[in-house]
């Protein structure tokens, strides 16, 4: 299957810092980009769905401007949490889809954030 | 609103046995159904899908799923269990009647033992 790839894969930082997570498409363009949260033994809770070059589209609850994301090519997306705080610790999870919704959805490896 | 519902948290199974996970889910217009598999610490993998056509469906690692639109579920199927398919499965459908999101069910893990 595609390969997703998503960067870095832990991540601990002080309350007040802000965070980037990096999620590539290694082969194929992918028109379409979500991102997820999931908490422990939880399912993926989607945050963002994002079109490349266009704003991003946030579920109801998710705060656009703590959570930041930027589609700026085919292969690469980015969620930046702003100012992070201890509630932000969790597992994202980015995904991508190329083409249209029959595609499959491929997922990166995620990313432990653990805000101190 | 699209839903899914997988109602066993965990399943138990015999390497070598036969094992199910259940997935039903609710759309308003036609389903597109996945099943995704995910290990500790990690992304979800992609197992198998449906779209249209044959309701038996094929996948990854010798897993199989049998779409019922009657009874609106899409059960995971494997003939034979390994120890090493222990992992949280997730089912997900997407609605073709509108909407970009795959909705997820609240996961099964599957413990395969010896």
């Known amino acids: 299957g595609a390969v997703v790839s998503q960067h870095p894969s832990r991540v601990i930082c002080k309350s007040g810092t802000s965070v980037k997570i990096e999620c590539r498409s290694l082969?194929?363009?992918?028109?379409?980009m979500f991102w997820y949260r999931q908490f422990p033994k939880q399912s993926l809770m989607l945050m963002a769905t994002s079109n490349e070059g266009s704003k991003a589209t946030y579920e109801q609850g998710v705060e656009k401007d703590k959570f930041l994301i930027n589609h700026a090519s085919l292969t690469l997306s980015t969620l930046t949490v702003a100012s992070a705080h201890p509630e932000d610790s969790s597992f994202y999870i980015c995904?991508?889809?190329?083409?249209?919704?029959?595609?499959?959805?491929?997922f990166g490896a995620g990313t432990r954030l653990s805000v101190l | 609103a699209q839903s899914v519902a997988q109602p066993e948290d965990q399943v138990n199974v015999a390497e070598g046995n036969p094992l199910t996970v259940k997935c039903t889910y609710s759309?308003?217009?036609?389903?597109?159904l996945f099943w995704y598999v995910q290990y500790p610490n990690r992304g979800l993998q992609f197992l198998l899908k449906y779209i249209t056509g044959d309701n038996l469906v094929k996948g990854s690692y010798g897993f199989e799923a049998e779409f019922n639109k009657s009874q609106t579920s899409f059960h995971l199927k494997k003939p034979s269990a390994l120890v090493s398919d222990s992992a949280l499965y997730f089912c997900?459908?997407?609605?073709?009647?509108?909407?970009?999101?795959?909705?997820f069910g609240t996961g099964t893990q599957l413990k395969v033992e010896l």
């Open positions: 997900a459908v997407r609605d073709t009647g509108g909407g970009n999101k795959l909705t």
């Open positions: 759309v308003s217009g036609n389903p597109y």
């Open positions: 995904s991508a889809r190329a083409g249209g919704a029959k595609n499959i959805q491929y």
């Open positions: 082969d194929f363009q992918a028109t379409t």
